[in-house]
């Protein structure tokens, strides 16, 4: 009854306020067109609709709808299809269970993270919330043309982010919790009995999403032995390894089982990225202030910084293909780092006594550290009325119709890799050769003989692929009509936006 009586309305503003990019988009949408729901997020935004459209279809494991080589059921992405079973369940699309998702559990974070940096933090609430939800590169993009520092590309490294959370992966905000709650349960002083549960939550949220963060655990166990905490940080490791267990061990079968996703895992490697880019300048004004304060208490190292050089170590160390993932959500420690710092100046600045430059100098803090961050997510907000490119917000409704009126018989599927990206998302029986650089199997070589294709130079392409149709498109991607009519005569279907020609 306390959280309901001083948070749920809070709730309710911050559910609201994460959906209204897509109550714009959808009242925006062009006469002709339908919202792809896209807000943010790049390539990866349709790959887990097409999950959850997997899901609605009646599935609960997950064969690769990314590729034509046959792949045997797995069970993964047990989040998204059950988002599926949900859309399934309710009636909504599943681009509504999706934003749904997104804002409901996106909305619990915020009020969360209010609360854990109220209680386990020394900086005024307001201040460590601003920097941790606003903590990126930044101001270091204007340097990328002079340096070559790719502090741009690695920008969009969202894992180490809090505030794209909201914006871009339910899933992403899952995991929010599980730090939120296994963090929690170590710092605050609450009972052993409630430590213990919150711990057990985290560790099966960590299981079903990302179960190789659970590594984290390690982060209270030596805060723990070096502060004589070992019992606390005991209640909280122990409990969340028992509670991922169940899910640990059957994925790791699966892994080691199962020879797609041993590929497939494999395609997921993150190559390796200099320290002073992936640790430091990815994290902006925010992440330098932070690192001054970790230097600063090198003697004694808060559970702040022992977060993120431990983090640090394992982004290089691990023996994993994916290993810089475990700078997840770095921007937690680093913005409350940061948040000490800022908050001393502003009291240095006020010591003055001089309003002038205390407003001056408290502008600039603000605009260094998170001015260029909120600039970022304006535009997410104004859903512009983009119907052309890699990501739109919008698709002819021609072009759905089409992919919708040949998703009557399983097919192979010729097409550019963006209407394959697409196309697993808004249909169940039709399997692109080519779609995405991650999900599908040996992309490289395939994506080079696509790319032949449609320019002319590979012509016998549809018919060594078994493929059943080819398909043109003028507003994904900028291919010759021309060239795909000499080879292939006349289409099956032709619109305005699309062309489909058929094999026998």
């Not at 505030?163 to 009972?191: E, K, Q, R």
């Not at 409704?397 to 097409?415: G, K, P």
């Amino acid at each position: 009854m306390v959280f309901v009586r001083k948070y749920f309305l809070w709730f309710l503003i911050g559910f609201f306020i994460l959906l209204i990019p897509l109550l714009i988009q959808i009242y925006n949408t062009p006469t002709g067109y339908v919202p792809s729901g896209f807000i943010s997020g790049g390539f990866d935004y349709a790959t887990f609709i097409a999950k959850m459209k997997w899901g609605a279809a009646g599935h609960w494991t997950y064969i690769n709808r990314y590729t034509t080589e046959c792949t045997e059921p797995a069970p993964i992405y047990g989040f998204y299809l059950l988002l599926g079973h949900i859309s399934k369940w309710t009636g909504l699309s599943v681009i509504w269970v999706y934003h749904l998702a997104r804002s409901l559990i996106g909305a619990l974070c915020l009020i969360s993270l209010w609360g854990f940096l109220k209680t386990n933090t020394k900086s005024k609430t307001w201040l460590a919330f601003l920097l941790v939800i606003t903590c990126m590169a930044g101001y270091w993009e204007y340097f990328d043309s002079v340096l070559n520092t790719k502090v741009a590309k690695m920008d969009l490294f969202l894992q180490a982010k809090v505030g794209t959370a909201f914006l871009t992966y339910p899933h992403y905000l899952v995991d929010l919790l599980a730090f939120l709650s296994i963090f929690h349960a170590y710092l605050a002083d609450i009972p052993a009995r409630r430590r213990i549960c919150l711990s057990a939550i985290a560790g099966f949220l960590f299981s079903a999403v990302h179960v190789f963060l659970m590594a984290i655990i390690l982060i209270p166990l030596i805060h723990g032995l070096l502060n004589k905490r070992t019992k606390e940080a005991l209640q909280v490791v122990i409990p969340s390894m028992i509670a991922a267990l169940p899910l640990t061990i059957i994925q790791y079968l699966a892994f080691t089982h199962i020879e797609w996703l041993r590929v497939w895992r494999d395609a997921t490697a993150t190559q390796f990225v200099s320290p002073l880019i992936l640790l430091l300048a990815i994290h902006g004004v925010t992440g330098l202030l932070a690192w001054y304060k970790i230097v600063s208490e090198i003697k004694k190292l808060s559970f702040w910084s022992i977060w993120v050089l431990t983090a640090s170590v394992m982004a290089y160390a691990m023996p994993l293909a994916n290993r810089t993932e475990y700078i997840f959500f770095l921007a937690i420690p680093l913005g409350i780092l940061a948040s000490e710092v800022v908050e001393k100046i502003i009291g240095w600045l006020e010591e003055r006594k001089n309003p002038t430059l205390t407003v001056i100098g408290v502008t600039l803090l603000l605009l260094l550290t998170s001015g260029y961050s909120i600039l970022w997510m304006i535009p997410i907000f104004k859903a512009d009325k983009t119907v052309t490119g890699k990501y739109p917000n919008y698709l002819p409704m021609e072009y759905v119709d089409t992919l919708a009126n040949l998703d009557n018989e399983q097919a192979i599927v010729l097409c550019d890799t963006y209407t394959g990206n697409f196309m697993p998302a808004w249909t169940i029986k039709l399997k692109p050769y080519c779609a995405h650089p991650m999900e599908t199997l040996n992309y490289e070589e395939k994506r080079k003989k696509v790319d032949a294709f449609y320019k002319g130079e590979l012509p016998q392409l549809p018919e060594q692929i078994g493929a059943k149709y080819i398909i043109y498109e003028d507003f994904l991607a900028e291919n010759d009509y021309g060239k795909l009519h000499d080879i292939l005569g006349e289409p099956f279907i032709k619109g305005k936006h699309i062309a489909v020609w058929k094999r026998r």
